[in-house]
C-alpha cells in the first residue's frame, strides 16, 4: 500500500515538474559594481507566470480592457513572428557610457542594460511571452468595460 501511495507521489511530482518547467526559465541578474552591490541571479520556471496570469483579480483589470483586447493579441502575434528569426539584435541604444541591447537569442528574448554602475540582463522565454498574453487575453474579454 505504501509502495502505491510513493508511486502515485513520484508520479504526480514529476507531471507537475514537467509542466512547470515545459516552457523553460526567465533568467534575471543583476550585478551591481559598488562595494556593497546586488548580484542577484535568478532562474525562474516562466510557466509561474502563466499560472499568476490566471489569478490576475477582475479589479485589476477592470476599465483595462479594451487596451488589453488591441495589444495582447498583437504581442501573442509578436512571440510567434519573433521565435521564427535567427538571433538578431532589435534594438541598440549607446549613451555616453551606457548600452541598452535588446535582442532575440535563443528561444527568447534578452534585455541587457549595462552602466557604470550595474549591469542587469533579463531573458524571457517567447513561449511563454504568448501562453501568459493568451490567458491575460481571456480574462480581458470576459470582462465589461
Not at 15 to 32: A, C, M
Request: glycine fraction near 8%.
Amino acid at each position: 500500500m505504501l509502495g502505491k501511495i510513493a508511486l502515485g507521489f513520484a508520479v504526480t511530482t514529476l507531471t507537475f515538474t514537467g509542466y512547470l518547467l515545459q516552457d523553460g526559465f526567465v533568467h534575471v541578474s543583476v550585478d551591481e559594481f559598488t562595494e556593497h552591490g546586488t548580484h542577484l541571479h535568478l532562474f525562474v520556471p516562466a510557466q509561474l507566470a502563466t499560472i499568476a496570469a490566471h489569478f490576475v483579480p477582475p479589479r485589476k483589470m477592470e476599465g483595462h480592457q479594451r487596451e488589453l483586447r488591441a495589444l495582447l493579441p498583437a504581442l501573442k502575434l509578436s512571440a510567434l513572428e519573433l521565435a521564427k528569426l535567427p538571433d538578431s539584435v532589435l534594438v541598440e541604444v549607446r549613451d555616453g557610457r551606457e548600452h541598452v541591447l535588446i535582442s532575440k537569442a535563443g528561444d527568447g528574448i534578452s534585455i541587457d542594460e549595462e552602466t557604470p554602475k550595474e549591469h542587469v540582463k533579463v531573458w524571457v522565454p517567447l513561449r511563454a511571452v504568448y501562453d501568459t498574453a493568451g490567458v491575460l487575453e481571456s480574462r480581458a474579454g470576459a470582462g465589461t468595460e
